[in-house]
Nanobody, 121 residues
């Protein structure tokens, strides 16, 4: 079983910063791309940022220049440093990882349980 455990969500004032963490645990061979998605009330889940195992990153236009995604491959952990937060960043943030359970196995998508980020104006 693979588990993704997120942490770091909180209530913060506009203009503030937060750092989210997501650690993958369990029995698996490797992780490929990892990323963060978010879902605001009444809206669809949307991509925030992704990072490959080699460190290539991709960001939603709405967070470029404010958020930074990084990862520690040795710890199977992905981070999201969020700065200059805005009320519209309020959402449940979900971690995602592409995980292969076995050597040469297929990569499957796993999700964390979500962590709430609330930005007050």
């Amino acid at each position: 079983q693979v588990q993704l455990v997120e942490s770091g969500g909180a209530l913060v004032q506009a203009g503030g910063s937060l750092r989210l963490s997501c650690a993958a645990s369990g029995s698996f061979f490797s992780t490929a791309a990892m990323g963060w998605y978010r879902q605001a009330p009444g809206k669809q889940r949307e991509l925030v940022a992704t990072i490959t195992s080699g460190g290539n990153t991709n960001y939603a236009d709405s967070v470029k220049g404010r958020f930074t995604i990084s990862r520690d491959n040795a710890k199977n952990t992905v981070y999201l440093q969020m700065s200059s937060l805005k009320p519209e960043d309020t959402a449940v943030y979900y971690c995602n990882a592409q995980v292969a359970l076995y050597f040469r196995g297929n990569y499957n998508s796993y999700w964390g349980q979500g962590t709430q980020v609330t930005v007050s104006s």
